[in-house]
């Protein structure tokens, strides 16, 4: 898969990287990189992001975070993105998925 990336600037939601759940086994990559002053967290769904409504997960990895920051997951799930907290910077997610393309 090539790297898909969302950035968020200021609070609220970036919108979502979908993930191929086709591809076994899982392994997800993940970096997020921060841009001047935020709090943020990254959350995971196991709904489809691209069908109305959809729950949201703290990653518990990565919640409350100030700065750079990098993961992985290796279970399925449909979909990854940002929550900026507060601040008024700004959030670059970038996610990779290994498998075929």
Request: aromatic letters at 6%.
């Amino acid at each position: 898969m090539r790297v898909q990336t969302v950035s968020k600037t200021g609070t609220g939601s970036s919108s979502a990287v979908v993930i191929n759940t086709n591809v076994t086994p899982v392994n997800i990559g993940f970096a997020a990189v921060v841009t001047g002053t935020v709090n943020y967290s990254i959350q995971l769904s196991y709904d489809d992001p691209a069908v109305g409504f959809t729950t949201w997960f703290d990653d518990t990895s990565i919640t409350s975070k100030t700065g750079n920051e990098d993961g992985s997951i290796n279970f399925p799930i449909t979909g990854l993105k940002v929550l900026v907290n507060s601040g008024s910077g700004s959030v670059t997610l970038s996610v990779v998925q290994a498998g075929i393309a």
